[in-house]
């Protein structure tokens, strides 16, 4: 069975820093490609930052562009978002997911598998 845990939210002030992390059981994430979505309240799911499986390809939001850095830690099973001046815009509960369409970063259909991680960034 697939778990997959977020982690690593939390509130900032605008310009902080967060690290989220995305571990999995039951599937080692190196051998899929792996997005990170965020879903403010009364919004759509967007695609934030995604990584291919094949040669690490990576795809970022312009919105975040220069300001996050999507890596794996195989080691951990994981992936993780470093997130550096942060935005109040960046606010919303990130989930992570396998995906088929890392080029775009679209999200994959269905519910979250993981319980998301809350990102607030406030004055």
């Known amino acids: 069975q697939v778990q997959i845990v977020e982690s690593g939210g939390g509130s900032v002030q605008p310009g902080g820093s967060l690290r989220l992390s995305c571990a999995a059981s039951g599937i080692i994430m190196d051998y899929y490609a792996i997005g990170w979505f965020r879903q403010a309240p009364g919004k759509e799911r967007v695609g934030v930052s995604c990584?291919?499986?094949?040669?690490?390809?990576?795809y970022y939001a312009d919105s975040v562009k220069g300001r996050f850095t999507i890596s794996r830690d195989n080691a951990k099973n994981a992936v993780l978002l470093q997130m550096n001046n942060l935005k109040p815009e960046d606010t919303g509960v990130y989930y992570c997911a396998t995906v088929e369409d890392w080029v775009r970063c679209r999200w994959p259909g269905g519910d979250p598998w993981g319980q998301g991680t809350q990102v607030t960034v406030s004055s």
């Open positions: 990584i291919s499986s094949a040669d690490g390809t990576i």
